[in-house]
């Protein structure tokens, strides 16, 4: 009896979506116009038969995992500002330890400086400008967000002990 080796590696299954989806991605990032002309090219490759690279898939995975971080650091990014930020007619600001932000959600700008005045992320119109996000800095700023979260749960029992 012959059997056939298990394959650890799982084969992805990429669909048109997904495809769309990079493109999109690209989009939002501000890749180059010939970046997004590439997509397209793999896209109708994709459409005609081809099989996706392993490079234009990695490419892929990572466009779409960078979108998704600058996401999450935007979402916690607007809720840091709405807790702790000043706002006026021009958006809101909050000076931190660390980072310094300012965003007008209306315009969907964002911008994140360090101290020293890096530009670590700025986004114009929901679109990536700069880009210096690393790993660290969200992970910085989801430990803030579940010290929102500690300081919100804190208030809310607070105000349950004083309407007994």
Do not use: C, H
């Not at 005609?48 to 466009?63: P, R």
């Not at 929901?126 to 210096?132: F, P, S, W, Y």
Request: hydrophobic content about 35%.
């Amino acid at each position: 009896m012959k059997t056939e080796p298990l394959s650890v590696e799982k084969s992805a299954i990429v669909t048109i979506d997904d495809l769309r989806n990079w493109y999109n991605a690209a989009d939002k990032l501000g890749k180059s116009e010939n970046y997004k002309k590439r997509i397209v090219e793999v896209a109708n490759g994709f459409k005609a038969g081809e099989e996706l690279s392993a490079e234009a898939l990695t490419v892929m995975n990572q466009d779409t995992f960078e979108l998704e971080a600058i996401s999450r650091l935007t979402q916690i990014a607007q809720r840091i500002g709405m807790v702790w930020g000043k706002s006026d007619e021009n958006g809101t600001q909050f000076q931190g330890k660390i980072y310094d932000l300012a965003f007008n959600t209306q315009q969907r700008d964002l911008t994140i400086l360090q101290k020293n005045g890096e530009v670590i992320l700025n986004l114009q119109s929901g679109k990536v400008r700069t880009n210096k996000v690393t790993p660290q800095i969200l992970q910085t700023f989801e430990y803030a967000n579940t010290q929102i979260d500690k300081i919100l749960a804190k208030s809310q029992t607070q105000q349950i002990d004083l309407q007994r």
